[in-house]
């Protein structure tokens, strides 16, 4: 596959009823890959935004972003894949446990910065927010204890402002 | 608001705060784009909106179709001959989806349409009612953009925006789709004096940079070709093309829908290159050192193995959708904007040259591979003859248009087209059926125009319930059916890619003077040489429409061929 990479794209789109039949209809049309595909309000009443993680060489997912474009409903696509951004994702795992095991994956929920929002007699609900990597890695290490749901919003993104030079003085 | 969407779209004749129903509203903004003729066929759902036809038969005709799919068809031949919108309209669930063709086919070819359609009144979308199909949901994927009105107060913009959208920017089909009780409905709203949409802001001139650099390229080429494309038709850049062309002594190719944007009696014009191409045209595009892609999206048909389609060539590249740049051939001068604007800032940058060596090179093979010679034919008239004597008789005035498969490549070949609008085929879907209902739509837009219909036997077929059109609203159109009682390319390509294993290729086909004459059409029929002369002649002459069910040869082949997956490199020329 040349550079096959998962690309996150940014997009504003009108909030009309239809938009994300579009978007995922020229998706599959076109043969693009939706690793994940993530959708709310934005600042802007009327307007949603939508994160999609796609798969594809950079030539692919530009063309993508093109054809994204053309859609009417479309207002702005970026591609936020190597700018500054920041991009997260929630995951919820329901883990079976016993009693004696809840310690043990409390302290690696721990470690992970995650949070334990459940606990029944039988399992346990771990909360985990952070980059996809992050929460990927979390799942490679618990693979011990058998895991009966995951539920993941897939990832959302936003651009970083530029900070500005140090001395505080805007640049032209 | 950007001067882009600055164009006036006020839909309303009446005056603000009149109260229109829905059905008014639609045809308010069809009078407001211009629109005077209109292909359609009612039903349940589309009823209302009849009823306000009715009370606007004086401004707008209605042309009563035999089947949705000729209203679509008809409306892409009245939208390609006059530039405006086209409007086609059903009812809703079957009327709609006979129309689904027609929308994936003006999006292939870039032609602005409207769509039309009725739907269920509100209260039963969703509940399986009676000709009810998500219509909406089918054509997503086939439409520049689509609309479910569900409130009476959004239709005077909506119905503004359609028209801009199909208009503007890289025209295409725009469905709108109006519950029953939506036409019915009244509304004081009134459409905005402006089109605003976020989302859509065409390009109008290209880069500036980009321009210089695209005059440099062409400039330093000692063997530049010009490809031009259906953009030039649609911008109206033939003046600018011509101009290019002769400035800089470059030769010119064009795709099927570049056909006639360039005169192709000019010395500097070499034919349409691709599959069916001219041999000497495709022949160039392998020297090359620079290719000037104007208005073209590269389609497969055109370019074949693109690894052969000017190996080591600059690619200068103008269009005015940025998804076509750099989506099949790696460009290295990218120009987004519309043609003409775009050409008249790249003209004054592009140096006179001469360029004899490299033109020598094109007419030596011109001259050695003429891939237009008819051959002998003592026991069967050849279609190309037939093509060549509707150019003869016409004197190349005649506007054609061509059907799908062998008849659009010989009616493409073998006539020369010396302006835009001249030729229509349906290139880039390919549907059969498409020449005869949009012949009615070319002929309707103005009926000064002499008409031809170039359909092979098959291709009439699919849509031949239209000859009752033509006979019921007089529509002057000549039909030409080049009849090899056969579906010609099938067993074409079953000879040459199948060795002969002939399967669903043979037609037993009517009687097509005797049926035409049912219609209460002119119907002649003829095998000979000489009557077919007679017909084309008698049918030139002839006071409305005529069926010309001409047998010509059973198995003629077109010819100069590319085999598919393969490039310019390896041309099949005719054997004889």
Known sequence: ?172 | MSAINGQSTNGSTAAPGTPRTGGEVVCDAMLAAGVDVIFGMPGGASLPFYDSLYHYQDRIRHVLIRHEQAAGFAANGYARATGKVGVATSTSGPGATNMVTCMANDIMDSVGVVYITGQVARPAIGSDAFQEADVTGISIPITKHSYLVMDVDDLPRVMSEAFHLASTGRPGPVHVDIPKDVFLETTTETAPDQVNLRGYRPSKVGNARMVRKAAEVINAAERPIIMAGHGIDISGAADELMQLATRGSIPVVSTLHGVGTFPETHPLSFGMLGMHGLAYANFSMRQTDCIIGLGTRFDDRAVGKEDEFGPGAKVVHIDIDPAEIGKVLETDVPIVGDLKLTLQKLLPLIESRDRTPWLDQMNGWRRDHPSLKIPDSPDSVLPQEVVRAIYDISGGEARVIADVGQNQMWASQHFWYERPRMFFSAGGLGPMGYALPAAMGVKLADEKQDVWCVTGDGGLLINIQEFNTLAAEGINVKVAVLNNAHLGMIRQWQEFFYEGRYMGAFLDNPDFAKVAQAFGLHGVGTSSRDEMHEAIAMAHEYDGPVVLDLHVDRVENVYPMIVPGTGVNSVIEDPR
């Open chain 1, 1 to 172: 596959m040349n550079g096959t990479e998962t690309h996150t794209l940014v997009a504003t789109v009108a909030d009309h009823p239809g938009v994300l039949t579009r978007v995922a209809s020229l998706f599959r049309r076109r043969g693009f890959n939706i690793a994940s595909l993530a959708v709310g309000h934005s600042e802007e009443p009327g307007y949603s935004r939508m994160t999609i993680a796609v798969e594809g060489s950079a030539e692919e997912v530009k063309q993508c972003e093109k054809q994204l474009y053309k859609l009417v409903e479309v207002v702005s696509v970026r591609n936020l894949t190597g700018a500054p951004a920041v991009t997260r994702e929630l995951a919820m795992i329901k883990v079976r446990v016993t009693s004696n095991e809840r310690p043990g994956l409390a302290e690696i929920t721990d470690i992970f910065r995650g949070e334990i929002v459940d606990v029944s007699k039988t399992s346990m609900i771990v909360q985990m927010t952070g980059a996809q990597s992050k929460i990927d890695r979390f799942l490679d290490v618990i693979t011990e204890y058998p895991i009966e749901e995951i539920s993941r919003t897939g990832v959302i993104a936003i651009a970083r402002d530029d900070v500005g030079p140090r001395n505080g003085r805007a640049r032209g």
